[in-house]
């Protein structure tokens, strides 16, 4: 059995690294299945704790690691992670910033700026006294652990790198073991955000069903562009005779014809189509413009379209061809030259009305009503090929990655820094992949990628970045525990606590704002999946969701890129 201890007990071999890297990886996420308080988890985070325990038990047995092996995948992996990440917020990066979301966007903002505040309070005040607290670098793994940010700890991780490779003196003692401060703070993290929205639903005596019945008559009427169907009958003498796209002028109005009863005959209309009084049309438009274009062409009417002499169907189409990527759906011409009319279109779960300016991207989901022969024409046209869908697109993430790591690595001079700013392995790419997600069709790059391709890539990178840190931390760990490590608890406990509740009570008094909707945007500050879970959970609706979602892009953005600077700025 010689062999199979030197395989396991000889650091440096290709196979002892993957050996070892596999039973960090194994074992942290068993314990992360398995281990729950509540149906609250800390989830793929065990896999730093294993490797900090393994790297802790490789030091008491002398054995070596090779630190270039470790270093390339700990990088290689932090890069994998925050791209996928930056591809899957990207196209609602900027929509959440524009349509809807100050509000909420705002009290994320502040919950990061306020963490970092209470984070330098604690330093500049308690540095004196408590030695733990006068080592900045640690001070922001401990940050990063509050808030539950592993990009962050990437972030900062990264940053120290950049800064010990320009001035290898600045640390005589070895680049500080952030991890660890990281580590001691995500447990109570994670119970801070949780008791947090528990503390502010019980200080406001929050009425579950007043808050869902407040935000359902709120939001009810909030659908400029959620499709509204409906029949008409042509009322209006004034239109007799004039095309659907004479009509569509004078109406102002953005809307979708998809079947006509004329004479007892139905037809496919298209722009030209000449409109008779009594003629009865299939309309499909935004909610909001429901009402105007009644009022003008015609009442609302019934009509069972599914009995009557020409066969028309309905169906749904995926756009796959790349080539449609970045097209408006009004170039397709679908009805002038296909003889359909596309009525609706799904992208990311939301359902948008598709209208002629709209533009396309591989993987939308199109709703198309005509016969089934010109369907079929129109799905040769668009693509409607699953099968393609499944490729992966390396050619967008590995152009992403080599672009947004030499976008990374731009020095920026700022004035009074000895060393110049660089977003580094983990902002390049990050900003390189928002990009990308939201105009890559620009430059015919498609950004699609299928949920579990996207979930793989995102994970990999995670549990590699997670288990090179913990264990090349774990040598240090028990050190920094037993020389005032339990500092970090407390810590990052007033980190995490404080400007949530301070942001709660400001959006709940000044803006009144939605308890669920408050408790999502909460998650989605800190980026927090347990914290969401648990928000759900007692919400029993999917409103804390909505406020989660609106806030991750730009929390995710503002976490990875605060680390950076507060290294870059206090450490440098």
Known sequence: MQWLIDLLLTGGGVAHTVILYSFVIAFGVFLGNKLKIKSVSLGVTWILFVGILVGDLLKRANVVENMDVLNFVQDFGLILFVFSIGLQVGPSFFTSLMHGGLKANGIAAGIVLLNIVVMLVLYFSCRNFIPAADNLPMLVGTLCGAVTN??????ATAALDQINGMNPHLFPDGIPAIANGYACAYPLGVVGIILSIIIIRIVFNVNFKQEEDHFNKRNGNNEAVKPHLMTIEVFNPAINGKSIMQVHNFIGRDFVCSRLLHDGHITVPNRDTLLTKGDRLFVVCASEDAEAICAFI???????????????????LTVTH???NGKTLGSLHPSSMFGVNVTRLYRSGIELFASPSLILQVGDIIT???????????????GDSKQALDKPNLLTLFVGILVGIVFGMIPIAIPGMSVPVKLGLAGGPLIIAIILGRFGYKIKLVAYTTNSASLMIRDIGLVLFLASVGIKAGGNFVDTVMNGGIHYVWIGFLITFLPLIIMGVFARVKWHMNYFLLSGIISGATTDPPALAFSQAQANNGIPSVGYSTVY?????????TAQILILVFCA
């Open 298 to 316: 015609g009442p609302e009417t019934e009509l069972d379209w599914e009995v009557q002499d020409v066969k028309m169907v309905s169906k749904k």
């Open 553 to 561: 892009p730009l929390a995710m953005f503002l976490r990875i890129v």
């Open 150 to 155: 592993t990009p962050g700890l990437g972030a």
């Open 368 to 382: 198309t009503v005509g016969p089934e022969d010109a369907i079929e024409r129109f799905a040769n046209r668009i």
């Open 322 to 324: 790349s080539r449609i």
